[in-house]
């Protein structure tokens, strides 16, 4: 009997889709598929694998509004941000297939005849993909990885797998061999531990929780497994006092509300310097109040519903019942909605304020000087994000280098960019990607010493 699983449009809880749900069985046949295809993809020229994925680019290229209406309908994104994650893979395809050509090793000066280092692909990668960003994120492991001569076998979250199987549509239609990329829908507790299992799968990404990233850490361990993990964060948005307060105010919303604050980098603790902490609450409260939440498919909206009903239970725990906050409007009726929330007088070491809430709430806290905004920064588990607004470019400086934290903006809740590095410190998980490295990440180095000795 197949397996099947429901996907719901979260915005007004109708199916969209049912897709079939991988097996154990089903990753292990898939995975015996791609070592066959990895052989012959690497074997390929570099400027021919190049000229694939060059074109697999402007298959997605020449589908960005059908994807985004898709992962509109299925993770309930707005039409914005969703047409930016189509373009988004396709950039990071394009990006990658520039590196084909310059993967270079190096020629080591060593005594007694010549050394050279050669990267080789690792072989099959499983990239396990979240919810909260299905296209662009698939990416990040994708297509640097096919780039560097691997096969890829993509795991999407159980509720957003449709444009990931369109995806791999394309990839075909674009020429790229059959069983190089395969999508393989299924559960976390099958499809999912299968394919870390695997003894043929050489590396996994995954981005995802904590608390699944340290199970699939040890689960890597028993088989040395290498893995790049991208996992949770509870990101700082420190505005001193001598920042341009209305700039900051009116950006602030975004950096946690995006995405319905399904975001691993929401700027979801704003900590404020005491001499601008009042004026600063008045300025943020008309800016969370303008943000339009609604119909993800408008083109005016900036905020849509979160993913799930489980979702949704889960954010409404952490907001307690007459909290004191600065509140912003939702729709009511079917839907997975919650409103931007602002707390204001929530403690720095309550739940809210320390653990990834991962839904449109924020908190608001003071700091006196530069080294208790430091200290309030570094007060978590996590290090993945964060931001700083200051028109001081020493504290800017020296506030940068004391975060513990793998990316930083000055003046801005920028993130990430696909030309440079991102990941994250502490509990935010291991390794890095995106940027002019990454595709050295699905490469084995391998050191080869020729004689010249008579």
């Known amino acids: ?71 509109v309908r299925e993770a309930g994104h707005t039409i914005g941000n969703a047409r930016w994650e189509a373009g988004n893979v396709r950039d990071l395809l394009d990006y990658a297939a520039g590196g084909v050509e310059r993967l270079n090793g190096r020629q080591i000066p060593v005594p007694g005849g010549i050394d050279i280092t050669l990267l080789e692909p690792l072989g099959v990668i499983g990239v396990i993909a979240p919810w909260n960003f299905p296209m662009p994120i698939a990416a990040w492991g994708l297509a640097p990885a096919l780039a560097a001569g691997n096969a890829v076998v993509l795991k999407p979250a159980e509720t957003t797998p449709l444009t990931a199987l369109r995806l791999a549509a394309l990839a075909l239609e674009a020429g790229l061999p059959e069983h190089l990329f395969q999508v393989l829908p299924g559960a976390g507790d099958e499809a999912g531990n299968a394919l870390v299992e695997h003894p043929d799968v050489a590396k996994i990404v995954f981005t995802g929780s904590t608390r699944v ?11 040395v497994k290498r893995i790049t993990l991208e996992l949770g964060g509870k990101s700082p948005n420190i505005v001193f006092a001598d920042a341009d307060l209305e700039a900051a105010a009116a950006a602030a919303p975004m950096s946690f509300l995006d995405n319905a604050g399904q975001d691993c980098c929401a700027r979801t603790r704003i900590l404020v310097q005491r001499s601008a902490y009042d004026r600063f609450l008045e300025l ?5 109040a303008a943000v339009v939440v609604g119909d993800p498919s408008d083109e005016k909206t900036q905020m849509g519903p979160l993913i ?75 290090g993945l994000a964060g931001s700083l607004w200051t028109r001081d470019m020493g504290r800017a400086l020296r506030v940068s280098q004391a975060v513990r934290a793998g990316n930083l903006s000055v003046n801005s809740h920028s993130a990430v960019r696909y030309w440079t590095p991102f990941g994250g410190f502490k509990q935010s998980g291991l390794g890095r990607e995106l940027g002019p490295d990454a595709l050295t990440a699905f490469t084995e180095t391998k050191n080869v010493f020729l004689s010249t000795e008579a």
């Open 213 to 223: 990233g340290k199970r699939i850490m040890a689960k890597c361990a028993e088989h």
């Open 284 to 288: 943020l409260a008309p800016a969370v």
């Open 1 to 71: 009997m197949t397996r099947e699983h429901q996907v719901l449009n979260p915005a007004t809880e109708e199916i969209v889709a049912t897709v079939p749900a991988t097996t154990a069985a089903g990753v292990d046949a898939a995975v015996t598929r791609a070592v066959a295809a990895q052989r012959a993809w690497s074997a390929l020229a570099p400027a021919d694998r190049a000229r694939l994925l060059r074109r697999f680019a402007a298959a997605v290229d020449g589908r960005t509004e059908e994807l985004a209406r898709l992962e």
């Open 308 to 382: 799930s009903r489980t979702q949704l239970d889960r954010v409404r725990g952490y907001v307690p019942e007459g909290a004191a906050a600065i509140r912003g409007s939702a729709p009511g009726g079917a839907g997975f909605w919650f409103p931007p929330t602002v707390l204001t007088d929530a403690a720095a070491d309550s739940p809210v304020a320390t653990e990834e809430v991962f839904g449109p709430v924020a908190v608001v806290l003071p700091f006196d000087d530069e080294a208790d905004a430091v200290r309030l920064a570094n007060a978590t588990r996590y």
